[in-house]
């Protein structure tokens, strides 16, 4: 059982979208944007410096928003779910163009091939949240 | 002339939006971040701190979004204008409700209304580039 | 094996004090970062929320101390060790007050009890560089 | 008069080192985050990027430690002198490093030329902050 997780089921309040999705998607936030940091840091450091520059661009991105969504989705006292759902989105777009570019280095740079899998577990945690609030939406519907 | 204008003005790529628009919600985000900030920081300090839980929660939600919105808005040059889209639209959600909260404080508690005006401020700014974004949008397709 | 420690590993240059020991500080602060943001939201939504008006504020500079902590060293390439040594103390400093605080609490809010623990692992873990720096030092002035 | 200076006289409690003082170093902190931010995304764009790389790595580490050294400073009422003062030294190191660099590329980069511009600005407020405190220590010795 990992901290966030910890942390959220001994949270006073309910936790919007569920513990264990909401836990799951901080720690792949905090996984994703850990590795974009580090990425950036070994692309500047590779000879072909020049080839990577989008990937870097991209990364920078990436990290910042991962850090910021895992930030409102640790805090599930006072969730704005539209906030929250904008975020989760910008994420999601981020994490797959960011996982794009890295997968065209992947194979001459080691250190894009993990950041191309932490983008890719971050988009599918980030969107199981998104899936469970478009299917709250509907039983909502459903229910009226 | 601002910082924050000077090094638009002085990137070598195009800034989508327009540098002075894009100067200006960058300013206003980062104004209202640092407002934020100590906000929370004075409200955890004042007797009444009961009462200020939802401008406490509200202000540091308020704070790391526009931070990330500033960093986004920094880099015209891999500009992602759809995520930057739903930034700008969790960034104008969350300083209206955060003002919203300020304002019933902003008698008895004068940096809550400093804080109000600058989440004002950065609503208008945000706004504005969500405003150019719709008439772009809205002039291509009467040109198509 | 954590994406950290996959990540370092690859990394294109050599990590300053040793890349295990480098991922396990990383890990430790955005851990303990994560438990501060929930912590204070937790916090917030407790009955005795004057009584933790301490708590939340050491939570949330130990956040951003963590935050910025794992940043640094998650960039080996351009690794400054004069200022990464300043964060470390910083980080070491806020973090132990930070869990003296949480341990006033942790017997009757769950959340505080989860919060010390991690930012007790993390004042080991960034003492742990410290020491190796200190016993680096050491070695060169024995060597010279 | 800045946002800052304005939240700042508002606070309730005081603010250690003077108002004025913590406010200015607080601007050029949020300043040369900015412009580090944006000068990594400028340089990320020019076509001798591969000259460039260690400006953007200094870049990247001068706008994290600037930001968490602004967050820190705008939190009067808990303030953490110990924690302060090495946060103080890491930025007036990291924002040294960053402006000599910077300053190699001001000629031929206008927006290198900003960015040490903001970078030295940065460091005369922190410095100043940090005299400010070794009189402090002084006036005790001497009082003793």
């Known amino acids: 059982m990992t901290t966030t997780r910890e942390m959220l089921d001994a949270s006073p309040t309910a ?10 998607a901080v720690d792949a936030c ?6 974009c940091v580090s990425d950036v840091d070994a692309d500047l450091a590779e000879p072909d410096v020049a080839e990577m520059r989008t990937c870097i661009a991209l990364c920078l991105n990436c990290a910042d928003v991962c850090d910021v969504t895992a930030r409102l989705l640790s805090r599930p006292a006072q969730c704005d779910r539209f906030a929250v759902d904008h975020l989760l989105r910008a994420c999601v777009r981020i994490c797959t163009t960011c996982a794009e ?11 894009c091939a993990v950041c191309e899998k932490t983008c890719r577990a971050c988009i599918q945690a980030c969107s199981a949240l998104l899936d469970a609030e478009a299917l ?9």
């Open 15 to 24: 936790v919007p979208f569920g513990v264990a999705e909401v836990a799951a």
């Open 30 to 35: 905090l996984d994703c944007a850990q590795a």
């Open 101 to 111: 570019e890295c997968a065209r280095h992947a194979d001459h740079h080691p250190h």
């Open 136 to 144: 709250e939406e509907l039983q909502k519907l459903g229910g009226a």
